[in-house]
């Protein structure tokens, strides 16, 4: 692959936060690139690191608590974590858009949603109130909320969920940005609106040739909706690889688990999971030694307890950190 072809590269990512005077590594070096017109999904169940390492892309970490104690951000040549404050504001909204989980608590509650586009609108771009209404509207058509001239003029509250979601989304795109961010963006919707709404970003990633980092805990929702995938584990990442390969083929036991507590058709009902893997993601302050997942792993060998493995590349495009990935 190119050089050209690479739209974000994070190189050796490490952030911190400091509380009752410890400080504890949230992310831990971690190395991807997001590549031009592409869907990465970044999967790993909650307190992995996975919206840590997103906002530190952006610099939009608290500091403190927060630190980011090392890395590059290479964004079109330049390094977003060693630019200036005004640079790094115009970098956001107009070139990398960022959607998050809770549309309740990032938007306005007391500015209707057409208010809130054309703020964005004029917050990035020169343009003029009336041409700027229209762009906001023409926005709510294309993220598909229905009669957007009288939606326009609703408050956050009186949308549906998977309405403000669709309205984050259409300010997210509001200045056209090359990349966008979207963590945990339907975690909160039911699950006929949760595909409804992957399957729209999917559709306006390919019109615009978007490239998105889709950040997601269920491994369940990347299968339709992006080609390749990071599986991060106690703020590192263990395995990488095209989503199909990920599926037929996953190297990694903590992969194997996921993919084992996607719950199938049929047992929703019951709300019962296919396998629940046991155990839960270690506390930052007390990651065991050797693997960090070792205590879960059901193919742990002494090894596994004293030795850290590190991320190797196994095959072109598929990395694993394992000493006896699956084969
Ligand atoms: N503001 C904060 N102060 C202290 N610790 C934090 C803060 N934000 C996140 N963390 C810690 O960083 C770790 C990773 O969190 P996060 O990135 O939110 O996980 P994920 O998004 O994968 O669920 C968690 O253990 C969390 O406790
Ligand atoms: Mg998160």
Redesign the pocket.
Known sequence: MTASNTELDIQNLT?S???NGRE?T??NGISYKLNSGETLA?V????????????SLLRL??QP??RIVSGKVLFRGRDLLALGDDALRAVRGNDIGMVFQEPMTSLNPVLTIGEQIVETLYAHRNIATPEAREVAIALLRQVEIPSPQSRWKCYPHELSGGQRQRAMIAMALACDPGILIA??PTTALDVLVQAQILEFLQRVQQERNMSVLL?T?DLGLVANSAQRALI?YA?EIVETGPVRDLFSKPRHPYTMGLIESIPRPGTKARRKRFHEMKGS?P??GSLPSGCPFHPRCPSAQQKCETEKPTLEAIEPDRQVACWYPND
């Open positions: 952030v936060f400091t509380a504890v949230a992310v970044v790993g169940e909650s307190g992995s690191g996975k919206t840590v390492s997103a906002l970490i608290p608590p927060g963590d945990e950040i805990h991060m703020g993601v506390a930052l």
